[in-house]
């Protein structure tokens, strides 16, 4: 594939530094591009721009500067939490010039086959367990993307033999033209990141683009038990594999038998894929999974249906499948304290991820949630704020309106942590309520529902404070 090449002698703009910026800046230079590395933020806060500048790559800092954009310029490359509102991305727009992220010039210079995983939730944890999955059948997974190494430098380095596992965000994916993943997929679709998309058809159709160029030889791996991902099925041009934890597929990967409302959650159940030639394969017993709750079986699924689409062994899968503990942030055991157990889950950055957490838990549950407020109402937690909570803790923007979800789910137990205090101190006050409130046997769970970014830097900062936090109660 050629793409960097195409812009040998011609004039690129890098908007954004960070780890991925840095990189395709180096890939296109060293194609031969001219590029301009612009970011915003102050010249003591860009402490990549040195190292790029000794390449004789141009970095400009402090602002967008008048003129950055021209007709003279080839293709603009901006960092995926750039919103496409900025001046430069819009003048690039008006100028007919090419706006895409680091996944499409990845993409055009990797030599591996490309696994690319999207969701709303879950994409963390299914793209780890993957990588787990294909080590064990003895082929070479490479983790990349918004997990591991920079996209670009891992494409740089592959080689035919390897297999490229991504994390793709729908702020990637969006900034893509040709990217066509061997194996995609989608894991569910919730109404999540509007204040970048603006609706939920520009969130939905960013995510569907991970199949707009595949082919026939290709592989789409969908969740069928998600009414977005399952509205696509007309639109994927490329083999189809489902997953499926409520219906028996006649070809793909699911239960036996599946969860339903008649049959209790105690029943035994198989992990089952069902060949092209309806023959079933026992891969595992769901209660041998590593990783708890029932979203966690549906990011099993999705993980036994991408390495089986790679290629996998089918002996090779149930090992991994038991021995894998998880991802940092998402569900992560912390500590017992006075017979409370503190889990956290930190990355749960909408509702339907805090709502899938308190499904996976047993015991009653005093939550923390709210932070950054987007717009949502949360209504959608309340019943399982009924059926699961004890009492809620709520912080951050959001903290009036978490707390008033938990009235009209009839919790009694509310509290509203001030937020005048610096960020960590207010975290702490919040694990301090939550584990008054706490009794021997019951849970306090960090589920925030909400991003971190009115109070944290990242919801693995939250999350490490917690951790912190609790060990030190």
């Not at 930190?346 to 932070?371: E, F, Q, R, V, W």
């Not at 987007?374 to 004890?390: A, N, Q, T, V, W």
Request: charged share 20%; proline share 5%.
């Amino acid at each position: 594939m050629n793409h960097p090449e195409m812009y040998k002698d011609r004039e690129v703009v890098v908007l954004g530094l960070a780890k991925s910026g840095v990189q395709v800046a180096k890939t296109l230079h060293e194609a031969g591009a001219n590029v301009i590395v612009n970011d915003k933020k102050d010249r003591e806060q860009c402490p990549e721009a040195s190292e790029l500048e000794a390449l004789g790559i141009s970095v400009l800092c402090g602002s967008h500067p008048e003129g950055l954009i021209h007709p003279g310029v080839s293709l603009l490359i901006k960092n995926p939490g750039i919103p496409y509102s900025v001046p430069p991305v819009q003048k690039a727009i008006e100028l007919g010039i090419e706006v895409v992220t680091e996944v499409e010039v990845a993409y055009h210079i990797c030599q591996a086959p490309i696994i690319g995983i999207t969701g709303s939730n879950g994409k963390t944890t299914t793209t780890t367990w993957v990588d787990k999955l294909l080590e064990a059948a003895g082929m070479h997974p490479i983790v990349a993307g918004n997990i591991g190494t920079p996209l670009c430098e891992a494409a740089a380095a592959a080689s035919p033999n390897d297999w490229m596992v991504v994390e793709l965000s729908s702020f990637q994916l969006k900034g893509t033209k040709d990217f066509r993943p061997a194996v995609g997929c989608l894991l569910n679709v919730a109404e999540t990141h509007l204040d970048y998309h603006g609706d939920m058809e520009d969130y939905v159709n960013s995510k569907a683009k991970l199949f707009a160029n595949q082919l026939e030889s290709d592989v789409a791996v969908l969740n069928f038990d998600d009414p977005v991902c399952r509205k696509l099925v007309p639109y994927v041009k490329s083999k189809l594999l489902p997953f499926s934890v409520t219906e028996t597929l006649v070809e793909g990967v699911y239960l036996d038998p599946p969860y339903a409302a008649d049959v209790q959650d105690h029943v035994s159940r198989t992990v089952i894929y069902r060949d092209t030639d309806g023959k079933p394969h026992e891969i595992v017993q769901v209660d041998e999974i590593g990783l708890p709750g029932r979203f966690n079986v549906e990011n099993a699924l999705a993980a036994i249906a991408i390495s089986i689409a790679a290629g996998a062994n089918l002996e090779s899968l149930a090992e991994p499948l038991k021995s894998f503990r998880g991802v940092e942030h998402r569900l992560e055991y912390v500590e017992v304290k006075n017979g409370v157990t503190y889990y956290n889950n930190s990355k749960a950055t909408n509702s339907k991820a805090t709502i899938m957490a308190l499904g996976a838990l047993d015991a009653p549950i005093i939550l923390i949630a709210g932070g950054l407020d987007r717009g949502s109402d949360y209504m959608e937690l309340i019943p399982s704020f009924k059926e699961k909570l004890k009492a809620v803790v709520a912080l951050g923007e959001t903290r009036e309106k978490i707390g008033r979800v938990a009235e009209l789910a009839g919790l009694t137990q509310i509290v509203l942590v001030d937020t005048e205090e610096d960020a960590a101190s207010v975290l702490r006050t919040a694990i301090h309520e939550a584990a008054s409130l706490a009794e021997a046997g019951d849970i306090v769970l960090l589920s925030p529902a909400c991003a971190s970014w009115d109070m944290f830097a990242s919801y693995e900062e939250r999350g490490r404070i917690f951790k912190e936090a609790v060990h030190n109660l």
